[in-house]
């Protein structure tokens, strides 16, 4: 039988299969490189992101660890010290509640495009998501823990005549009550009892926010180290 391919034929084909196998896995690779390097990219920028929000939760937290929370707890025990001569700002500041805005959106884009494998840090890793899925966790929950005393808090003070209410913003809201209905106030023994347990959630809210605030130097200085590699 006569063969129709010759050993010029062999070797073109050969050679025509390699390049094509050749092509095939050189675009692979390439395809390889550039996912890595967009992954690389998508790494920096969203750790850059996080550096801008760990900054937000730093002033959050100076903000809250130095005034609001602390006047809260320091309120309550003036409005029932009757030494004391009554304050408006001793209502306006225990009637409300800390809102703990979530602040990780560039910790999110980490997670939901892959980008975090590619964090060479291991210990910056789990230090990202310790703050970010842990702790986070535990300041939500004392969040939710101080609104549920503000609605006690808030149903009790329905037992009592307000004259009016001041709306001061950015300062805190004004409640105004006559000489008599404060007296009432300050010498109630429920709402007493519930204010001491929220100022006790407020303790404890103020030492997660704390922990929160001494982890941040930490986080910053590995990103920054991270973005220099």
């Not at 009016?164 to 109630?188: C, G, H, L, M, Q």
């Amino acid at each position: 039988m006569k063969n129709f391919f010759t050993k010029k034929d062999l070797i073109k084909y050969l050679f025509e299969t390699f390049v094509i196998i050749f092509s095939v896995t050189a675009s692979f690779y390439i395809q390889d490189l550039v996912n890595y390097k967009n992954k690389i990219d998508f790494k920096n920028k969203g750790l850059e992101g996080v550096l801008l929000e760990l900054t937000s939760d730093s002033l959050l937290y100076e903000g809250d660890l130095g005034g609001f929370n602390r006047k809260r707890m320091d309120y309550i025990d003036s409005l029932f010290d009757n030494q004391k001569p009554y304050k408006l700002d001793y209502l306006s500041y225990i009637w409300g509640d800390y809102i703990h805005f979530e602040n990780k959106r560039y910790f999110d884009g980490l997670i939901s495009t892959g980008s975090i494998d590619y964090i060479s840090n291991v210990e910056l890793q789990n230090m990202l998501t310790n703050y970010y899925n842990i702790v986070y966790g535990f300041n939500e929950q004392g969040v939710k823990n101080d609104s549920e005393y503000l609605k006690l808090f808030t149903n009790h003070m329905m037992n009592f005549k307000i004259d009016s209410v001041k709306y001061d913003w950015p300062t805190a809201t004004k409640y105004y009550f006559n000489p008599a209905e404060i007296e009432k106030i300050r010498n109630d023994e429920k709402l007493k009892s519930i204010c001491y347990a929220w100022k006790m959630q407020i303790s404890e809210l103020v030492k997660r926010l704390s922990l929160s605030q001494e982890r941040i130097p930490e986080l910053k200085r590995l990103i920054q180290s991270e973005l220099k590699n």
